[in-house]
């Protein structure tokens, strides 16, 4: 899944992309508001994390103007004004959380997951597809009652395969939602990732598909 970072401080941008990254999360970065307006225009992300204090369009007006465009496009801001006059503003132009630095990163990350469950998995907390059972809570994959253990760019993979089930999804998103405009994208990436899925969900009555020219389809065994 894909996450835009709006954040002016050098060294918090780049601590949060880290996290994230190792998260499994694919992170870019704006810099001020006039680049996030740009970028958040022209690509569609999962999420975005917000500053207000922005350089050349602050927060706020970048807010509304994403909400003119992208009514659904979730948004959680993260800030360190904590007046509460700030608070309902931010909630009322449209955000859906507000938080407020210093912040811990734990935290952050669970209201990430929240946000992002309740957008792509209508707040359930448990989704089923074949034999398999997903905790989009914890970001945990059982067969049975058999945990799975998927590295971080393993279960991006599989949350987007289980987003899209018996819809093709391209190399190319995957590619783009797990790095983002930079990081690794050698051409075999995905495939070893693919392969790694294919061996550790064997037995659990799913299968990955490969349409060639196309992409991957998760659909269940036949």
């Known amino acids: 899944m894909r996450i835009l970072i709006v954040e002016d401080d050098a060294l918090l941008a780049d601590s949060l992309v880290t996290s994230l990254k190792q998260a499994g999360y694919g992170v870019d970065c704006a810099k001020n508001g006039e680049e996030a307006d740009y970028i958040l225009s022209q690509q569609d ?10 350089p050349k369009m602050d927060g706020f007006q970048l807010l509304k103007r994403l909400r003119e465009r992208k009514p659904l496009a979730p948004v959680l801001i993260l800030t360190a004004r904590d007046a509460l006059e700030d ?5 009322d132009l449209g955000a859906d959380d507000y938080m407020t630095k210093p ?17 792509n ?25 058999r945990p799975i253990d998927l590295s971080a760019r393993e279960m991006g993979i599989f ?23 930079e990081g690794e994208t050698g051409d075999n990436a995905i495939e070893v990732y693919i392969h790694r899925l294919r061996k550790k969900l064997e037995g659990c009555g799913v299968n990955i ?6 992409g991957y389809l998760l659909d269940t065994a036949k």
């Open 87 to 91: 608070r309902v503003k931010g909630l």
């Open 121 to 145: 998995w209508g707040g359930n907390e448990l989704v089923r597809f074949g034999g398999l059972s997903f905790d989009a809570s914890g970001r945990r994959v059982y067969c049975a009652d």
């Open 103 to 119: 912040f811990d990163l734990p935290e952050l990350e669970a209201r990430i997951r929240a946000l992002l469950r309740r957008a």
């Open 159 to 181: 949350e987007l395969l289980l987003m899209r089930a018996g819809k093709v999804v391209s190399k190319e998103h995957l590619l783009e939602s797990l790095y983002g405009w």
């Open 209 to 214: 598909a490969t349409v060639r020219g196309l």
């Open 45 to 54: 992300y999962d999420l975005t994390v917000l500053d207000l204090g922005l």
